[in-house]
T-cell receptor, first 116, second 111 residues
Framework: DTGVSQDPRHKITKRGQNVTFRCDPI?????LYWYRQTLGQGPEFLTY????????KSRLLSDRFSAERPKGSFSTLEIQRTEQGDSAMYLC??????????????FGPGTRLTVL | GENVEQHPSTLSVQEGDSAVIKCTYS??????FPWYKQELGKGPQLIID?????GEKKDQRIAVTLNKTAKHFSLHITETQPEDSAVYFC??????????FGSGTKLNVKP
């Protein structure tokens, strides 16, 4: 399977704990996006990378959230001191990210976070 | 920033009928408008998209129209089938940077 993969698929944690999610984009995709989706809502943009550079962060991404893409391949999203309001589906997407090319986003299956 | 509004939130149609979902956007700089289908427990999947230099695009039973002046775009599904039942999202983006999504439409196609 050469699609976008995310790990873990489900995470249950207690309030105050730190969690880290991983996203593996489609091979040779330069751009990688993170979104958060709560029940009954559309995905909300969190941040995106062009290769290893983080180009933009949403105001939704508080100081407790950090994302990295150290070698321009996989990415991690860490949430520190989780709160119940962080419970959501965290989606990753990737695209070619090349000027002049078709930059369709391909989404992964998501990581569902439950904070107790 | 961009604001995308989507209507209706739920839509129920009889198999074989047509379904129309509408979205409006606020930022005239947006130039790419994709539509996604999301099934339970899965990530969104692109079903059709349109760029701002095109007014209409069709792919078999699915079509999208764009009115840049009015800043709205619509998804049209003809000859609906039960497997079309899912949640549909519209989105808007400027140059494939940030994507802003609508709140979704739950489509139910009754056999």
């Amino acid at each position: 399977d050469t699609g976008v993969s995310q790990d873990p698929r489900h995470k249950i944690t207690k309030r105050g704990q730190n969690v880290t999610f991983r996203c593996d984009p489609i091979s040779e995709h330069n751009r990688l996006y993170w979104y958060r989706q709560t029940l009954g809502q559309g995905p909300e943009f969190l941040t995106y990378f062009q290769n290893e550079a983080q180009l933009e962060k949403s105001r939704l991404l508080s100081d407790r959230f950090s994302a990295e893409r150290p070698k321009g391949s996989f990415s991690t999203l860490e949430i520190q001191r989780t709160e119940q309001g962080d419970s959501a589906m965290y989606l990753c997407a990737s695209s070619q990210g090349r000027s002049g090319s078709y930059n369709e986003q391909f989404f992964g299956p998501g990581t569902r976070l439950t904070v107790l | 920033g961009e604001n995308v509004e989507q209507h209706p939130s739920t839509l129920s149609v009889q198999e074989g009928d047509s379904a129309v979902i509408k979205c409006t956007y606020s930022d005239s700089a947006s130039n790419y408008f994709p539509w996604y289908k999301q099934e339970l427990g899965k990530g969104p999947q692109l079903i059709i998209d349109i760029r701002s230099n095109v007014g209409e695009k069709k792919d078999q039973r699915i079509a999208v129209t764009l009115n840049k002046t009015a800043k709205h775009f619509s998804l049209h599904i003809t000859e609906t089938q039960p497997e079309d039942s899912a949640v549909y999202f519209c989105a808007a983006s400027y140059n494939f940077n940030k994507f802003y999504f609508g709140s979704g439409t739950k489509l139910n196609v009754k056999p």
